[in-house]
């Protein structure tokens, strides 16, 4: 994707210095001062242009299904819907067109940014057209992602945001303390698509919301990610949650005295380890949304959108320090 259009945008409050980029909605800069110094809590490109060749979403809304929708297929009222195969034959993230791999247009305002994008019928291979807002807004100690969306016919939307969290220096993650307040997630197959067996999260007494080390997570359930390397699973807070009228909190990371707390309206988080090319844990990712391939699966959300109705997807950042 060219880089000619690419436009620059910053916020900033006491506490918080955001910098965002019109292509997918990308957040590429985070920095929140703790205990007096500013410290950067995501994974970053040295260049803007770097985003538009980036092929890991990072920084960016992505969807309008976020992760992997199983052979680029589905049904929805009976109709069949082939979509865009991105990740062999399966759709990742919206497919090579998803929304994180586009230009949005972007108004500034007092508040914050209020980003909006159209896309036509068909386009990823999805059976309607689609009009997304996401609206961007610093809070006391942190920021707030909002996206609202309305189609044109039944379609599927179930967007996330992909921000790849360390708050400490390179090499430190699997020093971070990660909590999750979930009851068990769901295995995936050799193509990291998700299953219905359930991933046994609290095995052995291991708590998902003890803070315990990510080293430690890594750890107690190396058998089952020796194949992935690491997690690329999703997790949810009871076998009964539904989207939430108002966000509350799912996980939190600590590192050397800052804690970010994530608080969502959504049912469950996709959580993703990213490693890097000398096999150091980098980052990690901590994706609000319904379950990956809900549309192929029973489940209680089935990510469907219809014309009658109005999507909302709420993420809420803050951060806190301690001794």
Aim: glycine residues 8%; contains cysteine; proline residues 4%.
């Amino acid at each position: 994707m060219s880089s000619d259009q690419l436009q620059v945008y910053t916020l900033t409050s006491d506490t918080v210095a955001l910098e965002m980029i019109n292509y997918g909605a990308r957040t590429t800069a985070l920095k929140v001062l703790s205990h007096g110094q500013w410290r950067s809590v995501i994974l970053a490109l040295p260049d803007h242009r770097d985003y538009c060749i980036d092929s890991v979403s990072l920084g960016a809304m992505v969807g309008p299904v976020g992760g992997r929708i199983e052979n680029s297929y589905c049904c929805i009222d009976e109709m069949a819907v082939h979509l865009e195969p991105n990740d062999g034959d399966h759709q990742l993230h919206g497919g090579e067109s998803g929304i994180g791999q586009l230009y949005w247009d972007v108004e500034a305002c007092e508040q914050g940014l209020d980003f909006s994008l159209q896309l036509p019928e068909g386009h990823g291979g999805y059976p309607a057209g689609l009009a997304l807002t996401c609206s961007v807004r610093l809070i006391e100690n942190g920021l707030s992602y909002t996206v609202n969306a309305r189609c044109t016919a039944p379609t599927l939307v179930n967007v996330t945001q992909h921000n790849y969290y360390c708050l400490g220096p390179a090499g430190s993650l699997p020093d971070h303390q990660l909590s999750l307040y979930v009851e068990d997630g769901y295995e995936v197959d050799s193509d990291r698509v998700a299953t219905s067996t359930s991933f046994g999260l609290q095995q052995d007494g291991f708590k998902p919301d003890s803070d315990a080390l990510v080293s430690d997570w890594l750890a107690t359930h190396r058998r089952r990610l020796a194949e992935l390397g690491g997690f690329d699973h999703y997790f949810y807070r009871s076998t009964s949650a539904m989207i939430q009228s108002e966000p509350s909190v799912i996980g939190s990371l600590t590192y050397d005295g800052l804690t970010l707390s994530i608080s969502t309206d959504q049912p469950g988080v996709q959580v993703y380890t990213r490693f890097g090319e000398d096999d150091t844990l980098e980052a990690i990712c901590l994706e609000p949304q319904v379950v990956p391939n809900a549309i192929n699966r029973d489940c209680l959300e089935d990510t469907i959108l219809r014309p009658e109705q109005r999507y909302q997807w709420r993420s809420i950042l803050k951060f806190s320090d301690h001794d």
